[in-house]
C-alpha cells in the first residue's frame, strides 16, 4: 500500500517536485497527501496545487523564525487527519520540536545539502566552498529536535571543483538530493513492511 506523505517545505520545493516525479514514475510507491509551507509565497506551494495536491499556509503566529508551539500542534493535527504516515521537511526552514516530533515518532525525515555532520545549519554548500574541501554532498536524516543532527538514513557524495562557486556546487548537490530524497524514503518503507511482516 503506498505510503501516505507530509511534506512541510519554505521554497522552491524542487525536492518536492522529485519525490512527486517519482511516484509516477511508479519508483517510489507513495501518495503526498498534504504540502504545507510557513512561506505563503514559496513556490512548493503552486507546485501542490499544480499536481491536485492540498496545499496550504502555516500561520507562524507573526514569528519571523521561530515555529511556535500552537503552530506545530495544528499542523500535526492537519496531517493526521489528511492521513499522513512519514513527514518529509524538504527545504523547511524553521526548527521542528516536540509537539510534532511526539506526533510522528521516528518519522520525520529531512534532507540537507551536505556530508552530515559536517557543515549543519544555513548555506551548507557555501560553507563547503568556503573550508575548501574537496568532497561535499547532501544527506536524508531522521529529524530530532536538534539542528539537523537526527540518525543518517542515506547519503550522496559531489566533488568540489576549484572553479566551484557556492550556487555551482549547490546546483551539483541539488541534482544528487532529487535523486537520493526518494531513495531514502523507499529505503523506510522498506524497513516499515520487513517490520510489519514480521507483526
Ligand atoms: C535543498 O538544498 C535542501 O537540501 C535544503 O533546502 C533546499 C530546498 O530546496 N534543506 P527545494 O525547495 O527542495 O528546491
Not at 517545505?9 to 510507491?29: P, V, W
Amino acid at each position: 500500500m503506498a505510503i501516505k506523505l507530509g511534506i512541510l517545505g519554505s521554497g522552491s520545493g524542487s525536492n518536492m517536485q522529485a519525490i512527486l516525479d517519482a511516484i509516477e514514475a511508479t519508483q517510489l510507491d507513495a501518495e503526498i497527501v498534504l504540502v504545507l509551507s510557513d512561506n505563503p509565497d514559496a513556490y512548493i506551494l503552486e507546485r501542490a496545487r499544480k499536481a491536485n495536491i492540498p496545499a496550504e499556509v502555516i500561520d507562524c503566529h507573526g514569528f519571523r523564525t521561530k515555529f511556535p508551539e500552537k503552530a506545530q500542534l495544528h499542523i500535526a493535527q492537519q496531517l493526521k487527519e489528511a492521513g499522513a504516515e512519514l513527514i518529509c521537511l524538504a527545504g523547511f526552514m524553521r526548527l521542528i520540536k516536540q509537539p510534532l516530533l511526539d506526533t510522528f515518532p521516528d518519522r520525520v525525515l529531512n534532507i540537507h545539502p551536505s556530508l552530515l555532520p559536517a557543515f549543519p545549519g544555513l548555506r551548507a554548500w557555501e560553507q563547503a566552498v568556503n573550508a575548501g574541501v574537496s568532497e561535499a554532498g547532501c544527506t536524508v536524516h531522521f529529524v530530532d529536535a536538534g539542528m539537523d543532527t537526527g540518525p543518517i538514513i542515506a547519503q550522496a557524495k559531489v566533488p568540489v571543483r576549484p572553479e566551484d562557486t557556492a550556487e555551482t556546487l549547490h546546483a551539483r548537490i541539488q541534482k544528487e538530493e532529487h535523486q537520493l530524497y526518494p531513495d531514502a524514503i523507499n529505503k523506510i518503507v522498506a524497513t516499515y513492511e520487513t517490520t510489519s511482516s514480521q507483526e
